[in-house]
DNA sequence: GACCAGGCACATC
DNA sequence: GATGTGCATGGT
């Protein structure tokens, strides 16, 4: 149905307003809290941004070269801290190694290469690349995350068992290719998310009620 | 004390 | 190609 997309957007922009995302005051900030933040709460990464913000840790070159035991012990409250320092360091890596350690040569790429780039790195999935593309180097590509997905599913706009690419593809697809607009729907699912569409549904508080079809919802993703 | 959180790689069928 | 499992801490 064309417009739906879009009509949903505008519900949640009109109720909820600009979302101001990323909450990162840097490119390379984003980037690490793109890998921190891997099925983990935001609340436990900021909190670890700051420290290594205070340590003086948060430059590619200098983090890079800090000893993996002290970096585990930064990154415990994140969870799986051991796997996500290995992730961290992979990109690191690439960054330092195949970039002269410029954040700015690489986020400098066209937008496919990038997440070509970035998806080659082990650790870097598609919603993490995507997040970087969009929210690091600010070129237009859609981020689909696990609320993007329970949301599309239970409107019936997509099936549930629809992949990562069906949902991005969907949205590039029904959407402009817009960058901000791309940065405030993607954070603005996330919100509802938060809020209203948890695994135990509260439709009746949620901006997009009116778009539920009459059949009722679906099962929970 | 479950259950969940802004995923991903790897094993196995 | 689809499905299952380990990774780990902190908040509700």
């Given at each position: 149905?064309p417009g739906?997309l879009?009509n949903?957007?505008?519900l949640?922009?009109s109720?909820?307003?600009p979302?101001?995302?990323?909450?990162g005051?840097?490119p390379?900030e984003?980037?690490?809290?793109?890998?921190?933040?891997?099925?983990?709460?935001?609340?436990?990464v900021a909190?670890?941004?700051d420290?290594?913000?205070e340590?003086?840790?948060?430059?590619?070159?200098?983090?890079?070269?800090?000893?993996v035991?002290?970096?585990?012990e930064?990154?415990r409250?994140?969870?799986?801290f051991?796997?996500?320092?290995?992730?961290?360091r992979n990109?690191?890596?690439?960054?330092v190694e195949?970039f002269g350690?410029s954040?700015?040569?690489?986020?400098?790429?066209d937008?496919?290469t990038?997440?070509e780039t970035?998806?080659?790195?082990?650790?870097?999935?598609?919603?993490?690349?995507?997040?970087?593309?969009?929210?690091?180097?600010h070129k237009?590509?859609f981020?689909v995350?696990?609320?993007?997905?329970?949301i599309?599913?239970?409107?019936?706009?997509?099936?549930?068992?629809?992949?990562?690419?069906?949902?991005?593809?969907?949205?590039e697809s029904?959407?402009?290719?817009d960058?901000?607009?791309y940065n405030?729907?993607?954070?603005?699912?996330?919100?509802?998310?938060?809020?209203?569409c948890?695994r135990?549904?509260?439709?009746?508080e949620c901006?997009?009620?009116?778009?539920?079809?009459?059949?009722?919802?679906?099962?929970?993703?």
């Amino acid at each position: 149905m064309p417009g739906t997309l879009q009509n949903a957007y505008d519900l949640l922009y009109s109720a909820l307003g600009p979302q101001a995302w990323w909450p990162g005051d840097s490119p390379f900030e984003v980037m690490v809290g793109a890998i921190l933040v891997q099925n983990t709460s935001w609340r436990n990464v900021a909190r670890t941004i700051d420290l290594l913000k205070e340590a003086g840790l948060l430059d590619p070159s200098r983090l890079y070269a800090a000893p993996v035991a002290e970096l585990e012990e930064l990154l415990r409250p994140v969870g799986y801290f051991r796997i996500k320092t290995k992730r961290l360091r992979n990109m690191l890596r690439l960054i330092v190694e195949d970039f002269g350690g410029s954040v700015e040569r690489l986020l400098e790429l066209d937008t496919e290469t990038l997440r070509e780039t970035l998806l080659a790195v082990s650790g870097v999935g598609p919603e993490t690349a995507d997040s970087i593309v969009l929210y690091a180097a600010h070129k237009p590509s859609f981020v689909v995350d696990t609320y993007t997905h329970r949301i599309f599913a239970r409107h019936g706009w997509i099936d549930y068992g629809a992949g990562y690419y069906e949902i991005k593809d969907y949205c590039e697809s029904e959407l402009p290719r817009d960058v901000p607009l791309y940065n405030e729907f993607h954070a603005l699912l996330v919100h509802v998310g938060h809020h209203w569409c948890k695994r135990v549904p509260r439709c009746t508080e949620c901006p997009l009620q009116p778009l539920l079809p009459e059949t009722g919802i679906a099962e929970p993703l």
